[in-house]
């Protein structure tokens, strides 16, 4: 699936540019704008006096390739994060050894009291006076 989401994200990036030269090729309805600077006249020697006819469908048909391709890929997104193996998202278990067991203790012994060590701060002298 990660394969096809790449391919389709190639081809929206081709839609795109092609989308953004189409519109900047067209001529703007009050002047000749930007379609005048990159070959407006070159667009109407190709394809004549249908120059604007052209271009509108171009740019129609690109608007709705751009959309398709984008929802695709957002649904594609979607089905790759649900379908998600769950190998790698757990955190591993991890076996904690057993604590060493002591020998068992004769049965007439009495059981032993546990003792705390407590650090014992060492004992300084005190200066002397002169």
Do not use: R, W
């Not at 704008?33 to 667009?43: E, Y």
């Not at 193996?85 to 012994?109: F, N, R």
Request: charge should be positive.
């Amino acid at each position: 699936m990660s394969i096809l989401i790449g391919i389709f994200t190639f081809v929206l990036l081709l839609v795109s540019v092609f989308l953004v030269l189409v519109v900047l090729a067209q001529k703007a309805k009050a002047d000749g704008g930007m379609g005048a600077a990159l070959g407006g006249g070159a667009t109407e020697a190709a394809f004549g006096a249908d120059t604007g006819n052209v271009l509108t469908g171009l740019t129609i048909k690109a608007a709705i390739a751009f959309f398709v391709l984008c929802f695709g890929l957002y649904l594609g997104q979607i089905y790759v994060v649900k379908h998600k193996k769950t190998e790698g998202g757990q955190l591993p278990t991890i076996s904690v050894p057993a604590a060493p067991v002591a020998p068992a203790a004769p049965a007439s012994a009495a059981p032993a009291t546990p003792t705390v060590a407590l650090p014992v701060a060492p004992a300084t002298a005190p200066a002397a006076k002169p």
